[in-house]
């Protein structure tokens, strides 16, 4: 079955340092999500794109954090000026047709700010 | 917004045993209902999906779930599980229809079979 990847898998930062977390979608598909967990919480939704632009953000999905598609492949989001509540494992996702689809995750990337 | 409650946090059972996950949700309108699982170092990955008809729905690996829309619930069950289904499990809503991106999960359920 054809697979989401994200690099890296796990990334240590300092309070106030910018982090690009990267995801390669799946070839084909057109439809990209960020999610995260914070330990023992619930996973929640950041972001979807489709198309470049941004279709649906979540409330935590402030200021700080951006999403691009810099080339064909690639799928990254940003956090400008990361806090000690941003440490979470983020999964990115992707789906060929859109929300109907089934959604294909990565493995996520474990990003623990100090 | 919606919302998702899973009654359990962890549950362990035998091999062979029946298995029953709770999964309530909280919305309105129409949804699109979702179990995933996570093994144990892998990435969330589709056990069944409900988005409409028959409200019975037949998932990968022997799972299947029944969605009562007057109880608001959408549970998971197997009639026999085995220690490879030991993972965590995720019940999820999506708001039906077109502008909606987002899924909401619950907290999850981690279940652990023993041989």
């Known amino acids: 079955e054809p697979e989401v990847t994200q690099t890296p898998s796990h990334q240590v930062t300092q309070m106030g340092q910018e982090v690009i977390l990267r995801c390669v979608p799946i070839s084909n598909h057109l439809y990209f999500y960020w999610y995260r967990q914070i330990l023992g919480q619930k996973v929640e939704f950041l972001v979807s794109f489709y198309n470049n632009e941004i279709s649906e953000k979540s409330e935590i999905f402030d200021d700080q954090f951006s999403v691009e598609r810099p080339d064909g492949s690639n799928f990254t989001l940003k956090i400008r000026s990361t806090k000690l509540e941003d440490s979470a494992m983020y999964f990115c996702a992707s789906s060929s047709r859109g929300f109907n689809e089934k959604l294909f995750f990565g493995s996520g990337t474990q990003l623990s700010v100090l | 917004a919606q919302s998702v409650s899973q009654h359990n946090h962890h549950v362990i059972l035998s091999e062979a045993a029946s298995l029953e996950l709770g999964c309530n949700y909280s919305?309105?309108?129409?949804?699109?209902l979702f179990w995933y699982v996570q093994y144990p170092g892998q990435h969330l990955q589709l056990l069944l999906k409900?988005?409409?008809?028959?409200?019975l729905v037949k998932g990968i690996k022997g799972f299947e779930a029944e969605f009562i829309k007057s109880k608001f619930s959408f549970n998971l069950r197997k009639p026999s599980v085995q220690w490879s289904d030991t993972a965590e499990y995720f019940c999820a809503v999506k708001r039906s229809g077109a502008g909606s991106y987002q899924l909401t999960f619950g907290k999850g359920t981690k279940l652990s079979v023993i041989p």
């Open positions: 919305y309105g309108g129409t949804v699109n």
């Open positions: 409900y988005f409409s008809g028959d409200p």
